[in-house]
């Protein structure tokens, strides 16, 4: 028996697939996304994440109540770890941070982002509605505390997750809660490293309005794509500036310190998988989420009163004009009964439409 053989069939395979769980993973090239199954089982299921919500194919369900961040803004004065795991910027939560309003309490673990490339071309966030991209995507992920020890007991467990999707578009304003995370990401360039950073309310990188949003079961976004994971992406999406997304988009290696093949970290987002079996639900109806601009509302208020006036100028007028008619009518027959010659009749008519019009227009008005 070659002993050196023996040890290569049984350990080997091992070390590789600690070594390829650990950093070979991509977005594109050699381990895309398109290998990940062959790597990584679970990947290849039928319940993955990111899906494309078709709104009109979502099903209203009034038992979902609005999500409750337990804890989000007493962040305490213990700083925050940031770190570049070659994939993403993840920042680690503190454990009395927790999720209500799901089934479970869960605690949070940590958040993390997903990005484009800084070029022209649309795409960023991993979740699309109607087939629309964001430009970037906030997750804030946490474990099932009730029925688990801790996330590594829970990650591989249905509802074992939760996680919170925030798309994020740009726009002219700078969001300043985002700058608690941009303005370290200098300081994490390179994949490994890791910087400690100032505690911030991490309440405030969410939506205001976090009643409306879609819920459905889906996996890790990443290798393992565990399938453990209870989505509840938001209808509202967060802004930043384009200086904000530019930043996020071109800071960051996913190659490590002293590496000869620099590698920026970008279009770190999954393509979107097939929803298969599943259903996606909505915590709103359609016209619940359809929210007037203060433009809107006021163009619709004067209309309306245009409409109420103009409907009274009108009714006003047919009342006299009736009225008009009435009397006209009477006077024609008096007429007629003093002169009998048609052509006078006529033209006391005509004289009477005549005079009267302007006056007519003016107690109408
Ligand atoms: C998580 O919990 C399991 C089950 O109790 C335990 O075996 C494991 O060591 C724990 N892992 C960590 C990282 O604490
Ligand atoms: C998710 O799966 C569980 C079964 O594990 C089911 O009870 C629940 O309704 C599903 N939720 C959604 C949103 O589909």
Request: glycine share 8%; aromatic share 10%; proline share 5%.
């Amino acid at each position: 028996m070659d002993c050196v053989a023996l040890f290569m069939l049984l350990f080997l395979p091992g070390l590789h697939w600690t070594a390829a769980e650990e950093t070979s993973w991509t977005y594109t090239g050699m381990v895309g996304q398109s290998e990940w199954s062959e790597h990584y089982p679970e990947c290849g299921g039928t319940s993955q994440s990111p899906v494309d919500v078709v709104t009109t194919q979502t099903k209203y369900d009034p038992a979902l109540t609005p999500l409750t961040p337990l804890g989000y803004s007493q962040h305490g004065n213990q700083p925050f770890t940031l770190y570049n795991n070659g994939h993403t910027a993840v920042i680690e939560l503190p454990d009395w941070m927790s999720l209500g309003g799901l089934p479970w309490l869960f605690s949070a673990v940590q958040m993390h982002l997903h990005w484009g490339n800084g070029g022209p071309s649309y795409g960023g966030s991993e979740h699309t509605i109607n087939g629309q991209s964001a430009e970037a995507e906030l997750h804030v992920l946490h474990y099932n505390s009730e029925l688990y020890p801790n996330m590594s007991a829970a990650m591989t467990q249905r509802d074992g997750l939760a996680v919170l999707g925030i798309l994020i578009v740009t726009g002219e304003e700078t969001n300043p809660a985002f700058n608690n995370i941009i303005n370290y990401l200098s300081r994490i360039r390179h994949a490994n490293q890791k910087v400690f950073i100032p505690a911030f309310d991490v309440q405030s990188l969410l939506p205001e309005d976090l009643g409306r949003y879609y819920r459905y079961n889906g996996s890790l976004t990443t290798p393992p794509c565990y399938q453990s994971v209870i989505w509840s992406l938001f209808n509202e999406r967060v802004q930043i500036s384009k200086a904000q997304l530019l930043k996020m988009e071109t800071i960051l290696f996913s190659s490590k310190a002293g590496d000869p093949d620099r590698m920026l970290l970008q279009d770190n987002y999954r393509a979107t998988q097939p929803l298969n079996h599943r259903a996606v639900f909505a915590s709103f109806t359609a016209e619940s989420g359809k929210e007037l601009t203060s433009g809107e509302v006021t163009a619709i208020v004067i209309g309306i009163m245009c409409g109420c006036v103009g409907l009274a100028v009108i009714v006003r007028f047919i009342i006299k004009t009736i009225r008009f008619f009435t009397l006209l009518h009477h006077e024609t027959v008096a007429v007629n009964r003093w002169h009998s010659s048609p052509t006078r009749t006529r033209l006391a008519l005509i004289n009477c439409v005549v005079c009267n019009i302007p006056f007519w227009i003016e107690k109408c008005l």
